[in-house]
Every structure is written in structure tokens, then in C-alpha cells.
């Protein structure tokens, strides 16, 4: 059974600080991991993805994986009101290509 | 910067009735894709089709759904008979390959509503 695992929050941050996501997995031969974001009522908008263990930033963000306690995070700097947004994690795993998408993990950023 | 992109972004069908949603795909993208979610819920898979066949599906994929290329552009994904239990809003997407990198894009979504 594919399975992808978020707390589905809402995770409550202040402006300004760091926002941090957190994804588990159950398949260990999964090999890339994919971060969305999907505002209410809009589509999954690709953030970003990681396949080697340790961090890879963009920007603002930093995706962290750790494949021997099947995990992976998602880190936002400086968190603005528009990160505001549900944040979906999406791995393919049982030998296919087709990512699994998790609940998703309702982040609030206020002012 | 290229998009997927769906028709119609909203429709509302009587239960019983036929449905068939619409989706064009980024242009140079291979693999083409539908998921669903339900309201408050997660993005489900339906199936993904390559090469003008279906590649892969998920158990939700049953007899009542069937999906079509008709053309060079269009990707189509006909719902027969619609329930109550199928409102929802129905994801098109595409990518380029199906290695373990494969990275999707979700076109906006056509949210389907039966009454």
C-alpha cells in the first residue's frame, strides 16, 4: 500500500519566520519526492522536488530528505502571508512513476 | 510559459447523464494524466496515457470512465452514467517522461458538480 503521510494542520506561523512541513513515506525505494502548493480552489502548482538525501534550497524554500527515516520536509524563510496555501507532498512509489499525493498540510501565515 | 490547459472550468450535470471533460495538454509533453479531488480531500489518480493508450490506472478507474485522444492536441476524459459521488474538481496533467523525475503540471481544473 502506497502511503504518504502529512499532518493536515493548519500550521499557524507569524510573518517573518519559518514555516516547516513535514512529509512521511512508506515505500523505500522511492526515489523522487515532489512538493506542491495548491491554493483553495486553484490546482497543484509545482514547488519543488529532490531525489539525493540532504537539502536542496530554492529561493526561500528548502526541501530536506532523509531516505533511511523516509522523510521529507519542506522549509519556508521568511514566510509571507501569500504562502498561505495548502502544501502537498507527492511521491511515486510501488515501482511507478505516478506520484501519490499526500493530504496536504494547511499552512496559515499571519501578519 | 506553457500551460495545460481545461475546458470547461465548471459544469454542472444531472445524475445519470454523460460528462466528458476536456484538456490540452503542454505541447511537447508525452505522458498525459487525470486525477480528481473531492472536496476537503486528496489529489487522486485516475490514469495516465502514452502513445495513445492507457499506461496506468487506479482502482477509481472503473467501467465508468474512459479517456481519448481524439486529435493531435485534445485529451479527453468521458465519465458515463455520473453519480452524486463523483463531484469533484478533475485534474488534467501532462509531463515530459515517466523516469522516477517525472515532474507533472496540473492544468486548473474542471469542477464537476452532479445533481
Known amino acids: 500500500q502506497k502511503e504518504v503521510e502529512q499532518n493536515s494542520g493548519p500550521l499557524s506561523v507569524p510573518e517573518g519566520a519559518i514555516a516547516s512541513l513535514n512529509c512521511t513515506y512508506s515505500?523505500?525505494?522511492?526515489?523522487?519526492f515532489f512538493w506542491y502548493r495548491q491554493y483553495s480552489g486553484k490546482s497543484p502548482e509545482l514547488i519543488m522536488f529532490?531525489?539525493?538525501?540532504g537539502d536542496k534550497e530554492d529561493g526561500r524554500f528548502t526541501a530536506q530528505l532523509n531516505k533511511a527515516s523516509q522523510y521529507v520536509s519542506l522549509l519556508i524563510r521568511d514566510s509571507q502571508p501569500s504562502d498561505s496555501a495548502t502544501y502537498l507532498c507527492?511521491?511515486?512509489?510501488?515501482?511507478?512513476?505516478?506520484?501519490?499525493f499526500g493530504r496536504g498540510t494547511s499552512l496559515i501565515v499571519h501578519p | 510559459e506553457p500551460e495545460v490547459t481545461q475546458t470547461p472550468s465548471h459544469q454542472v450535470t444531472q445524475m445519470g447523464q454523460e460528462v466528458i471533460l476536456r484538456c490540452v495538454p503542454i505541447?511537447?509533453?508525452?505522458?498525459f494524466y487525470w486525477y480528481r479531488q473531492i472536496l476537503g480531500q486528496k489529489v487522486e489518480f485516475l490514469v495516465s496515457?502514452?502513445?495513445?493508450?492507457?499506461?496506468?490506472k487506479s482502482e477509481i478507474f472503473d467501467d465508468q470512465f474512459s479517456v481519448e485522444r481524439p486529435d493531435g492536441s485534445n485529451f479527453t476524459l468521458k465519465i458515463r452514467s455520473t453519480k452524486l459521488e463523483d463531484s469533484a474538481m478533475y485534474f488534467c496533467?501532462?509531463?515530459?517522461?515517466?523516469?522516477?523525475?517525472?515532474?507533472?503540471?496540473f492544468g486548473e481544473g474542471s469542477w464537476l458538480t452532479v445533481v
Open positions: 496533467a501532462s509531463s515530459t517522461d515517466s523516469n522516477s523525475g517525472n515532474t507533472i503540471y
Open positions: 515505500d523505500r525505494g522511492s526515489q523522487s
Open positions: 529532490i531525489y539525493s538525501n
Open positions: 507527492a511521491v511515486p512509489s510501488g515501482g511507478s512513476y505516478i506520484p501519490t
Open positions: 505541447s511537447n509533453h508525452l505522458y
Open positions: 496515457f502514452y502513445n495513445n493508450e492507457i499506461s496506468e
